[in-house]
């Protein structure tokens, strides 16, 4: 009986950790959209230079990757 309660708290601990990753990990993502978003309407708002630079750096990164992929494939 104190093996199956011992092996109940441990799944209980393991399951506890991988919530609170997943957690974290949609969390980050939020934060990454909520991101996007007020720069997109600083843009909006107020034309602000620093605003496009900031967007145009974001996007980047994404239309690069895109580049390679669309490489690879041809």
């Known amino acids: 009986m104190y093996k199956f309660i011992q092996l109940f ?19 980050n993502l939020l934060v990454q959209t909520a991101k996007q978003m007020l720069i997109s309407i600083q843009m909006v708002l107020m034309d602000d230079s620093r605003a496009l630079s900031l967007y145009r750096s974001s996007r980047k990164m994404k239309k690069s990757s895109f580049r390679m992929t669309a490489a690879s494939f041809a």
Do not use: E, K, T
């Open 9 to 27: 708290a441990y799944c209980l601990f393991i399951h506890a950790i991988i919530s609170i990753q997943v957690f974290l990990f949609m969390n």
